[in-house]
């Protein structure tokens, strides 16, 4: 069964560096997302992405995370300045219109 | 009040119960609802996806939905050791052309043999 794959499986940044978090989608979903957990938290949704473009953005999502689609299967997400507070899981997650959505394992990113 | 309120538990079961999970949601907007377990340590695993009101069933998981109360199930009979896991409830509003998920905060389920 095709499944989402995200890389690395866990990371850790010094608070202020830049981080890039990489997904493979399921390869004919059109629709991509990001999520962050928190540890002990819910899920949150951080940004859906369409027809490369955002299609929408939580608050969470401000200028530090950027999305990008750079060729036909990758999917990422960027933070530019990490913060302690961005220590989380994050997933990513992709679907076909009307269809329900299909997560990765995630990236547990740590920020000393 | 929060969109959707799901019992954190946790919630412990013999081998074999049926285990009762529940979300209620505020918004009337929700009409698509999914439940998803997730294993220690990896991602949300879709089980259940329904938009109507009213029940639906795969193997031993049956959803149940009511719109009029706001309210969902799941339910899982002969439950097994393996069930032991968190389990979310997800929903998605209608009326845009992004499927944004909003989760409840997931009921940490152990089923002891």
């Known amino acids: 069964e095709p499944e989402v794959t995200q890389t690395p499986s866990h990371q850790v940044t010094q608070m202020g560096q830049e981080v890039i978090l990489r997904c493979v989608p399921i390869?004919?979903?059109?629709?991509f997302y990001w999520y962050r957990q928190i540890l002990g938290q819910k899920v949150e949704f951080l940004v859906s992405?369409?027809?490369?473009?955002?299609?929408?953005k939580s608050e969470i999502f401000d200028d530090q995370f950027s999305v990008e689609r750079p060729d036909g299967s990758n999917f990422t997400l960027k933070i530019r300045s990490t913060k302690l507070e961005d220590s989380a899981m994050y997933f990513c997650?992709?679907?076909?219109?009307?269809?329900?959505?299909?997560f990765g394992d995630g990236t547990r990113l740590s920020i000393l | 009040q929060k969109e959707v309120e799901q019992d954190p538990g946790p919630l412990s079961v013999p081998e074999g119960a049926i285990v009762s999970l529940n979300c209620t949601y505020s918004?009337?907007?929700?009409?698509?609802f999914m439940w998803y377990r997730q294993y220690s340590r990896k991602g949300p695993e879709l089980l259940m996806y329904?938009?109507?009101?009213g029940n639906k069933e795969d193997g031993r998981f049956t959803a149940q939905v009511d719109k009029s109360s706001k309210y969902i199930s799941l339910f899982i009979r002969d439950s097994q050791p393996s069930d032991s896991a968190t389990y979310l409830c997800?929903?998605?509003?209608?009326?845009?052309?992004?499927?944004?998920?909003?989760f409840g905060k997931g009921t940490l389920l152990t089923v002891n043999p």
């Open positions: 997800a929903m998605i509003k209608s009326g845009g052309s992004n499927y944004k998920l909003t």
């Open positions: 329904t938009y109507s009101s």
């Open positions: 992405f369409y027809n490369n473009e955002i299609s929408e």
């Open positions: 918004n009337s907007a929700f009409q698509y």
């Open positions: 997650a992709s679907s076909e219109a009307n269809q329900p959505q299909h």
């Open positions: 390869s004919n979903h059109l629709y």
